[in-house]
């Protein structure tokens, strides 16, 4: 090949390359961004066309318009209702409320399961925050999760870890592994670290991370220790 015409091209391949490490986290932030505006415009659209019956008036035909009204009516409800449900009534209220919804089976299981998720995700609880690494799909490889919870064995009595492990780049699926918790190898990542891996596909994270569980990594007398067996 011709030397000018390869030179060309590598430069071609690293400027391309350069424009989508800076465009990419700035696309995503948009996708992310843009769905979440999609979301609160249309839990608030049929409270505009309601108002848009009520009172007819040109300017409120404006489809633009129309969506930043719906998007600021559902930040408020979203407000209000936070702002009731922080108080003794409001949470008394909100008992009753979810009193009601566990009278509806598929609706109760469903509710009951996102809130725990997020109540979960909310904690401050670091034993609820835990960001590990698991043996994950072979033994060798190892995949970043998220420690959910803990559990007993009720045959052995063995100390079981439930692991969320999110799929790369798509953190929206993804995998849950309940495993010994010996075999859980525990990070000093914290959130907002772990998530910029998954997101970015290991591109952006720390320097350094623990990968070995430490009393597998030195033996007692210096060597490296041997893997437990699979089995």
Do not use: C, H
Not at 2 to 29: C, E, K, W, Y
């Amino acid at each position: 090949m011709n030397p000018v015409l390869a030179r060309t091209l590598r430069s071609l391949q690293r400027n391309i390359l350069a424009g989508v490490i800076t465009i990419g986290p700035l696309f995503v932030t948009y996708l992310i961004f843009s769905f979440l505006l999609e979301v609160l415009a249309k839990a608030g659209l049929p409270v505009v066309w309601l108002l848009e019956a009520v009172l007819p008036s040109d300017w409120l035909t404006q489809p633009w318009l129309q969506s930043l009204l719906a998007v600021l009516l559902t930040l408020v409800v979203l407000y209000v209702v936070g702002s009731v449900t922080s108080l003794v009534v409001g949470r008394q209220a909100l008992r009753l409320f979810e009193a009601a919804l566990d009278r509806l089976p598929f609706v109760a299981k469903i509710y009951g399961s996102v809130r725990q998720l997020i109540d979960s995700m909310m904690v401050k609880n670091e034993s609820s925050q835990r960001v590990v690494l698991v043996d994950f799909p072979i033994v060798g490889q190892k995949s970043i999760g998220f420690l959910t919870r803990t559990l007993t064995d009720e045959t052995t009595g063995r100390l079981l870890a439930a692991v969320l492990l999110p799929n790369a780049i798509n953190p929206t699926s993804a995998f849950l592994q309940i495993l010994p918790m010996e075999r859980v190898t525990e990070t000093d990542l914290n959130m907002e670290q772990a998530m910029s891996m998954i997101m970015t596909g290991g591109a952006v994270g720390p320097e350094t991370i623990r990968f070995s569980r430490p009393e597998l990594a030195v033996g007692r007398e210096g060597k490296p220790a041997a893997a437990p067996p699979a089995g």
